[in-house]
């Protein structure tokens, strides 16, 4: 198919219906309503359902009901919305049910404000709503990348019956890129149903909660969502490497749109002869934790530098990762404030200063 | 919270307005040239200072939207809050301080989508807060979304097929869920607008005055009623005063809403009631 020039936001919402998912639940909120305008007129169109909700709240829930029937179901916000949207992706996480969620972030905490930002990574890996769970998250850095992740996303929610949420800074909702979408003919699988609350006529019914006052049950429960958990650290990591090579002496861990600034950046330290390579994570959960620690640890290798639109949330994760074997050092901008190559450049070259004595 | 010190009230007429307002911090404002939220706020200012409040007195409470930007513009006590949750803020800023007066500025989004369950919760109580809710029938801040109040059948951006939902009624809504003082204006009839303000902000209990206004920027755009002018005309053309409206058959009310005083009743004020629990229960000696 012919590529497209699209908004990141219209082409995340063409991407979920190439995927079969025709069932949407939203809210307005900056930077993704667009999502919303487009379903708006998209969804008549394929006899799917759009509705505005009367808030996040009640979106979250929304997505439960149409989930548990079995049909492919998302929604689209943004920071704040995203956080009323907890309580229900807890609830789904419990029950087991999939769906999609996309958060377009913005600066927080809080009301914060309308402009890029990564700062809900914790809120998305760790578990923004209460309980032992994960979702699978998965981070976009190009337009098109979000395309082919929010396909991806329907799939992998189906085969895990797992909430999944990508989550892209406000740049890849807003910025227009040429996409490439999958053949109009090449059906979506048909998710499976077997477990879905579809009628009980002639079979027995099926019970979809995450409801269970006997701890036994609740622990088995619990177990069982950790079995999941793990079985997607071995089957879902997903990254990309950019001149990581083995004389490299540093290397960046960066994700979104944010891994695509220090990529100019690298290409320009590498002008100025610093030996420099970007690790950027595709799946944030699983976190490639492995594949970090494997490429921090060659030879050569004298720091690591997280660069995040954040103070410092994925660092963590990245110095679990090296487990103390190399230095982690950490440049970022927040509020809505997006870092340049230079700013990065900068950082690099005087960690050069102090780890190459 | 901001605090502001109480200054002299200014002798001409002219100066009311600026006398209240944050020029230098706050403006330029959000709002679109011709935008009746400005009219709301002037009424709001005059009547203000014609009941002779003390400002450090008033708490302005709103959560976000174009109205809800209002108490940012205003030099009284200010709270900007979240969405849809402002009326839950007010009622712990007044259950605390029950003798301050406490002012919450909303529209139609915030107030009877995601913040629907506060307000006829605050209603249901009887709080002695005002509501002012701007009502222009779309969001306004987000680019033209359906809201509650989008009539079915308009188009919205999220309705651009014309809206298949059934809308809310505000006033209905705040009688039947309990609110004491109940009335409807409009960004055209400012003195009536100017008046049952002035009446829901002396009332004791929950007044809500609902301010029909025009976005023409949106809603106006997409539903073809023109610019400001022509918009806050039509407001002109299809407002009745309540007494009128009630004789109306179905038929005729059609395109048209009712102004004027809705419901007024007497009934307990919440603060009250619970001071009357703490009276007869106390016993810490005080």
New interface residues.
Partial sequence: MAKVLMKGNEAIAEAALRAGANNYFCYPITPQTEVAEYMAKRMPEVGGVFLQGESEVAVGNMIFGAAATGKRVFTTSSSPGISLMQESISYMAGAQLPCVIVNIMRGGPGLGGILPAQSDYFQAVKGGGHGDYRLLVLAPSTVQEAVDLMILSFDLADKYRNPVMMIGDGMIGQMMEAVEFPDKDADPKPPDESWAATGAKDRKPRIIKSLFLDPVKLEENSWLLHEKYERMKKEEVRFELYKVKPENEFMIVSYGTMARICQTAIDELEEEGVSIGLFRPISLFPFPSTQILEEATKENVKALLTVEMSTAQMMEDVVMAVVGNRPVEFYGRCGGIVPTPEEVKEKILEMQKTYSK | MTTTASTQAPKQKSDVILHYLRPGKKFPNVWCPGCGIGIVMGAFIRMVDKLGYDRDNVVMVSG?GCSSRMPVYMDFNSLHT???RALAFATGVKFAKPNMKVVVITGD?DAL??G?NHFIHACRRNIDITTILINNNI?G???G??S?TTPSGANS?????GNAEKHFDPCDLATAAGATYVARSSVYHVPQLEKVISNALEHKGFSLVEAISNCHTYFGRLNRKGDAVSMINSFKENAVPVGKYQKMSDEEKVGKFSIGLLSETEKTEFCDEYQKVVDAHRNDGK
């Fill in positions: 976000i979240t969405h849809g989004g989508a995601i629907g969001y801040m987000t680019g979304q359906g509650p951006t999220t309705t651009p097929f």
